[in-house]
């Protein structure tokens, strides 16, 4: 039925040099038997000639079948339409780049040994607090559920994460976090052709979690992009921003999105001024209406899909939250943009934390596989963009969070650049075009600072010439009126001159864009120092019957 939530899942074969002319109608099958890199003798046909032109790290992701799974009914089977050598038609935009390279590097990370045993820990850790606060004993379901979690391990893996530290890896990845938000039509497309081309598409339907799956030739390197928020007033809009709202307002508020007394709340949570139930809030955040268990859904079904693949997760806005979240959850690299702070939800959601990566084998040299991107002209990962009155508030949107996992790249482009903080600095295509760049070059203030240094330093390595004849002139007059040596004889222009020679020149802040590094140096917000909702009281008083969604 149309008027469904569902998931589309569109993963096809495009190549990168012809105009796409249409797509084959054909009958959906039930079908969830995954493409095996070592059997796609057409896919091997396509891209072999292309290897004599493209560096051995380059790849080139294409498009393999469609997919399509309902949102209401996770036990639903799969509708799979597979598209075969003659239905494929190729992509390319006119005048825009025809490669983006990605480069990759190695890290050593915790994973859990058992998917189950993770979801378990999550349940139980929820389900021992509510016991607590109600005293009552564990159901023998809970009980199974604890012996479950009780399982959970960590194993040591190697895998394979994006080069964060590459402005051209990062500016790759940004635009599939922006095509996740447009059809394959639309004008809005970045061209990833040779490097990065349309693999997959699914939530493309009337509601749901949208987005695109990127592979490369031999299927062992997958990126899903996440669609990020709808909403209008940062230049989006489309049929999930009602959903997106919502789910915006649930993972990232304090409390339900409890602003003031005007407010129409997403859950029942909210227990008196700067009050909320925790245990209310944590089952409303966990509860399927929410797009999290949607998408570790979306992650399970494509990392079936492509079993030998190494799968990165990327995203915009809220599809960056929900891919950092994954991350945590599969131990997946992820790169998101933009992102409102996900340390909130992901602390409400139970995610179990894994051991210290001091105890791996080269925990010292270990990389963060979760990364978070933006700038500080943006309101919303910065936590500012809070209150009735803020543009946020005015739009509906309670974000409230600020702390993110894992590490985070923040481009300094309110010091550096001179922008304004502005709601509309939040879309993904002014980070692309102004912000993941090699260099920004000088700004008219940094230029005049940089003159007034010069000028300084100059005056200074004059004084220091004249320093000798000075002390000599004073020796030779030492007994001349005006010329005793007692502190302060000189004058105020002589204490002012030392003082400006004397002076440590304040340091250039190191955003990554001086001189044309391209990528500010990676940092932590999870150290304890960031602090979301410090106004707020959390309660652990479970109403039973009072936790739910108002979702429609």
Known sequence: MLHDRVLLLV??????????TGVPQRQWTWSTTPPSPADDDSL??????DHDHVPAD???LS???TLHISMRNRSAPILQLDYDGADLTALSLAGLETTHPVEATTTTTWRANSHVAFEASRWAKYNAKRRRARGVMATREEYETQELADTLGWDEVEIKTPNTSSVRTLQSLAKMANNAYVPFDSSSWWNLTKKWNISDSFGWLEDGLRGHVFANPTNTTVVVALKGTSAAFIGGGGSTSKNDKINDNLLFSCCCARVDWSWSTVCDCYNGTYTCQQDCLEHAVMTKS??????????????AIYPHAQIWLTGHSLGGSLASMLSRTYAVPS???EAPGDLLPARRLHLPIPPSKSGLRNGVGTKEITTHVYHTADPIPMGVCTGSLSTCGVAGFALESRCHTGESIVYDTVGRLGWSVDIRTHSIKPVIEKVLIPDWGVTEEQRKKEEEERKRKERCENKGEEKDEVVGAKRRSFLTWGWWPLPGGRGKDHDKDRDECNQI???EPDDGQHL????PDATREDDGECVDCFKWEFNRSFREGRCWLLMS
Not at 11 to 20: F, K, Q
Not at 290 to 303: E, G, H, M, R
């Open 290 to 303: 929410a797009y999290y268990p949607v998408a570790t859904d979306l992650f399970n079904n494509i990392s």
């Open 44 to 49: 091997r046909s396509t891209h072999d000639r």
């Open 516 to 519: 044309g590094r391209g990528v």
């Open 11 to 20: 993963l096809a074969t495009i190549s990168c040099t012809n105009v796409v």
């Open 335 to 337: 790169v998101s943009f």
């Open 505 to 507: 020149p304040p340091e």
């Open 63 to 65: 498009l393999r079948q």
């Open 58 to 60: 380059l790849d080139s």
